[in-house]
């Protein structure tokens, strides 16, 4: 069809005789009176050549014009541009070039002439006082070179002007001969002054070079330079510019000059911390002290590391030019390791604990992609009613190619016409047919629903105390003090984010998480070695005498244990309280209400998982009056079970192991009924009996072994310890209220044997407490 459709066109083409032609002129081209071919006023972007000539006019006859008329920036580029045909031409133009080349290096003569008169006059070497204008006369030569041009004509050799080449060599030869000589003149410089050697060197230099050897052969200069000259002398050579062992060399340097200043020929802790403050005013970093030596020892308790008492590690800042070293206690104070020291110094880590508290649980509303659904299609409809339109444009098409058209050539013109656009109409039709039969009636809509997820807006703290000693052997004295580091940081941590959240990246990336938290509490706090110092000087009055380095290790052993029974009495190993019982149990904070755990081992407290749902972290208070927090770390939803891990340690339960428990036996419900805190119930079990699960669909899973009994037991007991005595015979769990809520005294704790495996499948390890 399209070929039938293409002759009849061609024929119509050809019957109306439609013909076209088109002429072309060169664009930026004229012609003068004379018939000589002319530019109009070229951009940069235009060429300077002519594009067509007259056979008696070539690109000679255009360079020579553009000479006369003095348009020396035309006549290079033109050289350029048509550089083929004058290579080519080269006898005939050689006149022209040559003429071109004298007016364009006329035009350099004036600045290469005062560049070579003023390279021609530098005397090297000479004193620092005149580099200035050696410098300037440096300059004014090379400026001369960068504006002699490199391209066009005068780039080529036989046109150049032989006073650039003897500018270019005279400078390359006196800029060599300065530089040869830099290293020499380095030495001889005053660097004490305003003016650094590389700023006012005549010519740029690499100072790694110069320094390598340079700067040792400062030695001397530096070692006698006082402290205002060393200050001067840092101000010219930074640290990125000395680099790092330089920078040290000249720090401690100007710590032996502060202390010579001082006339201290044997210097004690002030006066050398006194000269690294002044040093560190400048940006210096001393690591050394000629004529003092400071040694650092850590001894923080094993016990206290190996008992968790130490949360994160600690670092110290050695901020002060000292000697560290670690060692045990029982060889800190061995009369061979700390002989050489003036002063020891002995840190101890008492203290290390990390804790956090939810300050709030806030809702933030989000939207996720719920699924799709079938909606009409709005481009079915379009499509459909295109097609509608090609069915009657087609049809009118048809009834014109069958009608009359008349007698003679217009006629049969006319009837071919007809056709074609009968064979168009007709090829419209099957296009839109084609797309309506594409097109679906029905696309997939996304269905967004809106959800919350939880920020959780966190206060993350840490805490360290720290024992040291600082002895000073010359005098026979030491001193002993505490430290206290503080650290705390807020985090706002986002939970249950839905991986269909329409925004999940850009949520998940606004909140910290877990991660954060964790991170921030096991990093390491840092204490820094001049605080310490800085404490002694300022109560070094309260200094004791020290009788023997054996005395001395007593009383830092002491003071270990002093620290041990401090973390022992706050392990709930005793009973300050009526009912030692209670020291076992916590409250659960629940966003609305309040739940009921126990220990199972100091640090560990179980209760319900419908207690903890999906929270990984709880609030929790103990019986008396500490609130702390844990993280879930394992749970059971058949059983209803899940294993806290607690900040705060507590006093374990003891279990009932026995194969048999007796009906009718007295037992106790511990916990918080209704958020009524710490509250006992008394009854007895009433039967021991298996139900599915509370929390599965019926059917999923094996049945729990439950106790019954008619202990009071309400909202808030969730979670709780039921007691046999003094041991634990089930977790209470649910009640059965009936269907019209009328039953009453029906409760259920998951059966200790349930609850005994639970915990030696999550806790390897787990030891039972009996009597």
Not at 498 to 525: C, G, R
């Amino acid at each position: 069809m399209k070929t039938g459709l293409h002759i009849r066109t061609l024929l119509i083409s050809v019957a109306l005789g439609i013909s076209v032609s088109a002429c072309q002129t060169p664009s930026g081209t004229t012609w003068n009176s004379s018939g000589q071919p002319q530019t109009t006023a070229s951009s940069p972007e235009q060429r300077v050549s002519q594009e067509f000539y007259l056979p008696f006019y070539d690109q000679n006859d255009h360079l020579k014009s553009l000479i006369e008329e003095n348009n020396l920036t035309d006549a290079d580029r033109l050289y350029v541009e048509q550089k083929p045909f004058f290579s080519q031409n080269r006898k005939i133009s050689a006149p022209l070039l040559d003429s071109l080349a004298q007016k364009l290096n006329a035009q350099q003569i004036d600045g290469l002439e005062l560049a070579l008169g003023k390279t021609g006059s530098i005397k090297w070497p000479i004193s620092a006082e005149h580099w200035g204008t050696t410098k300037q006369s440096l300059k004014s030569a090379q400026s001369a070179i960068a504006k002699y041009p490199t391209t066009g004509l005068l780039s080529e050799p036989e046109f150049r002007d032989n006073r650039i080449t003897r500018l270019e060599k005279t400078l390359a030869k006196i800029v060599e001969q300065i530089k040869n000589s830099s290293e020499d003149q380095f030495v001889e410089f005053s660097h004490f002054g305003t003016d650094s050697f590389f700023d006012v060197f005549p010519v740029e230099l690499e100072p790694d070079a110069v320094l390598a050897d340079g700067f040792p052969a400062l030695g001397d200069k530096l070692a006698n330079a006082s402290p205002e000259q060393i200050r001067q002398f840092v101000s010219n050579y930074d640290e990125a510019l000395l680099g790092d062992d330089r920078w040290a060399e000249v720090s401690n340097l100007y710590v032996a000059a502060h202390l010579r200043q001082q006339g201290s020929s044997s210097p004690d802790l002030i006066n050398v911390l006194g000269a690294v403050s002044s040093a560190k005013e400048i940006g210096l970093n001393p690591k050394s002290v000629s004529g003092l030596n400071i040694g650092f020892v850590e001894v923080t308790s094993k016990t206290l590391l190996n008992q968790g008492q130490i949360d994160f590690p600690a670092t110290v800042d050695i901020d002060l030019p000292v000697e560290a070293s670690k060692a045990d206690l029982d060889t800190a104070l061995d009369k061979n390791e700390v002989k050489n020291f003036d002063y020891l110094i002995i840190f101890d880590v008492a203290l290390a604990k990390a804790s956090r508290r939810v300050l709030k649980l806030t809702p933030i509303r989000s939207v996720l992609l719920a699924g799709y659904k079938d909606v009409d299609n709005p481009d079915y409809a379009v499509v459909q009613q295109n097609v509608e339109i090609a069915k009657i444009n087609f049809n009118q098409a048809s009834i014109q190619a069958v009608g009359y058209h008349g007698p003679g050539l217009a006629g049969a013109l006319s009837q071919i016409v007809a056709g074609a656009n009968q064979d168009n109409m007709r090829e419209e039709l099957e296009q839109s047919m084609q797309n309506l039969a594409a097109t679906p009636k029905t696309i997939k809509e996304p269905v967004h629903q809106t959800y919350n997820f939880k920020k959780a807006t966190i206060d993350a703290r840490k805490t360290m105390t720290v024992h040291y000693y600082i002895i000073d052997q010359r005098k026979n004295t030491y001193f002993k003090s505490s430290f206290d580091v503080s650290e705390n940081e807020r985090f706002d941590v986002a939970y249950d984010i839905h991986p269909d959240d329409l925004k999940n990246k850009e949520n998940t990336a606004a909140y910290a998480t877990e991660k954060d938290v964790d991170e921030f509490e096991k990093q390491s706090s840092s204490v820094k070695v001049s605080q310490l110092v800085n404490n002694y000087i300022a109560n070094r009055s309260q200094s004791k005498k020290l009788r023997s380095l054996t005395a001395l290790r007593k009383e830092m052993l002491a003071d270990k244990n002093t620290a041990l029974a401090s973390y022992k009495a706050n392990s709930f190993d005793a009973r300050p309280l009526n009912d030692p019982r209670f020291d076992s149990v916590v409250a659960i904070f629940l966003p609305k209400s309040l739940g009921t755990g126990f220990f199972v081992k100091p640090d560990v407290v179980l209760t319900n998982w419908h207690v903890v749902d999906n929270q990984k972290f709880i609030e929790m208070k103990t019986y008396d009056g500490q609130e702390t927090f844990g993280k879930v770390l394992g749970k059971d939803v058949r059983l209803d079970l899940a294993l806290v891990k607690v900040q705060t340690r507590g006093k374990p339960v003891k279990f009932y192991t026995k194969n048999k428990i007796d009906l009718g036996a007295t037992v106790e419900a511990l916990g918080h009924p209704q958020g009524h805190e710490f509250s006992i119930t008394r009854g007895v079990v009433s039967a021991v009996r298996k139900y599915p699960s509370i929390n599965l669909p019926k059917g999923a899973g094996d049945d729990v072994l439950y106790l019954q009994t008619d202990a009071p037991i309400s909202g808030g007991n969730s979670g709780g310890p039921l007691f046999l005595g003094d041991q634990v015979v089930g977790v209470n769990t649910w009640s059965n209220i009936g269907k019209n809520k009328t039953a009453q005294n029906l409760n259920f704790a998951v059966h200790y044997s349930e609850v005994l495996a639970f915990l030696k499948e999550y806790l390897p390890g787990f030891q039972v407490l009996t009597n």
